[in-house]
């Protein structure tokens, strides 16, 4: 069974920095699919970067040129690197893994971790 686990979120000013990470466990393949969502106070859990297997990235425009995405299949592990935070960056982040099978399509969620941006 995979399992994910987060860590890196907590309080930091605006303009700060934060490196979330992402460590898978249970699976013995790389996922197709790994990345990051965020779920803000009253609003619905939204994309915030994802990266292939082969290395291609997917941001949201909110985040394009502040946060950077990455991978170590080595380490089972994804990143989220965030620069330049700003208060409506505030969220519980998720971590997800996408794999697809001939069988079915596998889909798992962290526990997330808080980030907040304030002075």
């Known amino acids: 069974q995979v399992q994910l686990v987060e860590s890196g979120g907590g309080l930091v000013q605006p303009g700060g920095s934060l490196r979330l990470s992402c460590v898978a466990s249970?699976?013995?393949?790389?996922?197709?699919?790994m990345g990051w969502y965020r779920q803000a106070p009253g609003k619905q859990r939204e994309l915030v970067a994802d990266?292939?297997?082969?290395?291609?990235?997917t941001y949201a425009d909110s985040v394009k040129g502040r946060f950077a995405v990455s991978r170590d299949n080595a380490k089972n592990t994804v990143y989220l690197q965030m620069n330049n935070l700003k208060p409506e960056d505030t969220a519980v982040y998720y971590c997800?893994?996408?794999?697809?099978?001939?069988?079915?399509?596998?889909?798992?969620w962290g526990q997330g971790t808080l980030v907040t941006v304030s002075l």
């Open positions: 249970g699976n013995d393949f790389s996922f197709n699919f």
């Open positions: 997800k893994i996408t794999h697809y099978t001939p069988a079915k399509i596998l889909e798992v």
């Open positions: 990266v292939s297997n082969g290395g291609s990235t």
